[in-house]
């Protein structure tokens, strides 16, 4: 490992803090407020060169919004004209430049980018963390609750080791631990019983993605090789997503429809 990449290799180990995301939704919404600290503090040559870039950034940006909004415009455009004589009916016409054009390609964009990560479930019912976690009573007086019991559906690893009981905070039971899914392909309208490789992402919070929690809506990736998938390059597609379709702690098993 190279002597600089110690944070990189206690995140591949370790994973980060439960609270990671909110912290860094937090940072970037301050950053704003930072930003308009230090451009009404800094004075002298400092400040010159700040505004000069911001200056810059916001002519930049205003000039996109106005390619956005532009429709139906038609400028003249002098490339468009060819060289040489010209018919007679012809004379009276001009090269136009249409941004119309322009627009619909960014709408198209957007589009295909919006169909990309579109899933079958694009909504799901919040679930409370009353209903999520139950607390546990520790110690010989029973007064102690800061122990939660996960009542959900969860995936662990396979190198998963419990910490010990003095300071496991949260408590997976095994009876709800899953590692296979019921995976249903919409296109070959079979179903296939995968192996579940880990937790993309839980819409209800990022701590329950850290934790593995599998509810309704949950994208989780799973084992595909079995499948015989392969890329336009010719390689076996190993791992692919699936989003969760039904109550796991309720039904008993996980049914999943992947994501093609």
């Known amino acids: 490992m190279p002597q600089n990449e110690y944070i990189e290799e206690s995140i591949r180990r370790n994973g980060r803090q439960l609270d990671h995301e909110e912290r860094k939704r937090k940072r970037q919404a ?62 009276d016409r001009e090269g136009q430049n249409d941004a119309k054009a322009l627009s619909s390609a960014v709408k198209q964009k957007r589009k295909e980018k919006a169909g990309k990560f579109a899933v079958p479930l694009p909504k799901v019912r919040g679930i409370a963390e009353d209903e999520m976690f139950k607390v546990i009573k520790t110690g010989k007086s029973k007064r102690k609750g800061w122990k939660r019991m996960v009542t959900k559906a969860t995936f662990v690893g396979e190198d998963f080791t419990r910490k010990p009981p003095k300071l496991e905070r949260f ?32 819409p209800q919070s990022p701590m329950y993605t850290q934790l593995g929690v599998i509810t309704k809506g949950t994208i989780i990736e799973v084992n595909v090789s079995e499948l015989g998938l392969v890329t336009t390059g010719g390689k076996v597609v190993w791992g692919k997503f699936a989003q969760i379709t039904n109550n796991p702690e309720l039904d008993g098993c996980v049914n999943a429809s992947l994501l093609v």
Request: aromatic share 4%; glycine share 4%.
């Open 30 to 91: 301050r950053e704003a407020h930072k930003a308009s600290h230090v451009a009404q503090t800094l004075h002298g040559h400092k400040a010159k060169l700040l505004h000069q870039r911001r200056y810059a950034e916001k002519v930049a940006m205003k000039k996109t919004i106005k390619a956005h909004e532009e429709r139906d415009v038609k400028a003249k455009d002098a490339s468009a004209l060819p060289e040489g004589a010209l018919p007679t009916y012809l004379l």
């Open 171 to 202: 408590i997976r039971p095994s009876a709800l631990r899953v590692k296979k899914a019921n995976v249903t392909h919409p296109e070959l309208k079979a179903t296939f019983q995968l192996p579940i490789i880990g937790v993309k992402k839980n």
